[in-house]
């Protein structure tokens, strides 16, 4: 868990770009490629980055909603404008309406008690999970991947080296 608000800001702000940047590289064509038959789809996932976001709202930080609502969109532009609005406005929020005694904190979330810390981590955690079945997604819709920790198959083989897999 987080206990130094600093500490979450330089966190959150190299996540999110990571997020964008993999959102970026989205197609309009790509966001209907589903997990499985009828399962959710890339566009949908991308989408719950935007507004699960917005869950941090029911801890008491106060900041607006995606402008999509819960409706998917069918634009991967909308998706990533949106993306990086909300994730700015969830860091501006945290920095401007908690500090670190807020992050020591608990709320009681689905009967569980969270520190506010801990909540902030499971956001960070939560958004690279999501991410990751995107990267896997992209792949299967044909789309080149960025670089998220590391090298991909494409700047392996750009590099002159032999791809790991
Ligand atoms: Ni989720």
């Known amino acids: 868990m987080f ?3 600093d500490d979450f800001a330089a966190e959150w702000t190299r996540e999110a770009e990571l997020t964008a940047r993999v959102m970026e590289a989205l197609t309009d064509d ?46 991967a532009a909308f998706i990533v404008a949106e993306y990086r609005r909300i994730s700015r406005a969830l860091l501006k929020a945290v920095r401007t309406q908690w500090n670190d005694t807020t992050l020591l904190e608990s709320q ?27 990267t896997v997604l992209m792949r299967q819709a044909g789309l080149r991947v960025p670089e998220v920790y590391g090298p991909t ?13």
Do not use: C
């Not at 399962?39 to 106060?62: D, E, F, K, N, P």
């Not at 198959?153 to 897999?165: H, N, R, S």
């Open 108 to 134: 009681t979330i689905a009967g569980e008690v969270w520190p506010n810390g801990g909540s902030l981590r499971y956001t960070i955690m939560h958004q690279a999970h999501h991410r990751g079945q995107m």
């Open 153 to 165: 198959y494409d700047t392996w083989v750009e590099k002159g080296l032999a791809p790991l897999a």
């Open 3 to 5: 206990t130094k608000i």
């Open 30 to 75: 790509s966001l209907g490629q589903e997990v499985s038959d009828g399962r959710r789809t890339l566009g949908q996932i991308a989408w719950h980055l935007v507004s699960s976001t917005h869950y941090m709202t029911t801890l008491g930080l106060t900041f607006d909603a995606p402008d999509g609502g819960v409706e998917t969109p069918v634009t």
